[in-house]
């Protein structure tokens, strides 16, 4: 086993495992350990999604966005995760909701913040252009998605109110698989990816010799 990812119960600790790792390779950035923030959260069942800010080594401030799954025996790990630099993260102007989606295997998972712009936003639907629907209920400001089922591309947003009134409709998670498992930008899942093709052009270039 990775002494980057032991088995644990809490999720914060297996987000701090994949900082470490961070550390390790010296990708996106080499984390200070003890400048760590856990901003929000939000759960359903065996999925949770994670807001974390931290610094590195420069002085430098980093978000991060973390989606974790649940082991069957209760231990958690980081599915996937994307991030920014502080003059990188700039709420999108006009919308009600900034989404990360991702398709890894046969998951979908999708979550992020939502806007409320003071008109009591405490439900969201998305509806797939495969007429999937997907509902969560706003917690900490944050929605978390999650899907066996075979979700397409574009996906619309609907935005309800507390009184169950349809508030807004807007267009999200617009790119098309197979670009979406690295939508919106998963720093540490594209620099893998990359090392792990060099490594396989490498090993069927010696192969051929």
């Known amino acids: 086993m990775s002494p980057f990812s032991p088995r644990t119960s809490d999720p914060k600790e297996a987000i701090r495992d994949r900082l470490r790792f961070y550390a390790s390779r010296g990708h996106p950035c080499i984390p200070e350990m003890d400048?760590?923030?856990f901003l929000k959260a939000h759960g359903i069942p065996g999925h949770q999604l994670h807001y974390v800010t931290f610094q590195d080594t420069s002085g430098t401030r980093w978000y991060f966005t973390y989606f974790l799954n649940q082991r069957e025996d209760g231990t958690w790990f980081v599915k996937t995760s994307g991030g920014?630099?502080?003059?990188?993260?700039?709420?999108?102007?006009?919308t009600w909701a900034d989404l990360r989606c991702s398709f890894i295997a046969n998951e979908f998972q999708a979550g992020g913040e939502v806007f409320d712009h003071g008109r009591d936003i405490i439900r969201v639907r998305l509806i797939s252009s495969n007429n999937r629907i997907l509902e969560d209920t706003v917690q900490n400001s944050l929605v978390l998605f999650w899907s066996h089922e075979e979700i397409r591309l574009p996906l619309q947003a609907e935005f309800y109110?507390?009184?169950g009134e349809l508030v807004a409709r807007e267009e999200v998670c617009k790119v098309s698989p197979p670009l979406d498992t690295l939508l919106r930008g998963n720093i540490q899942d594209q620099q893998e990816l990359r090392?792990?093709?060099e490594a396989l052009r490498k090993f069927l270039e010696e192969r051929k010799r």
């Open 84 to 94: 920014s630099r502080e003059h990188e993260h700039v709420a999108p102007q006009g």
């Open 35 to 37: 400048t760590i923030q």
């Open 161 to 163: 109110n507390r009184s």
């Open 195 to 197: 090392e792990m093709s």
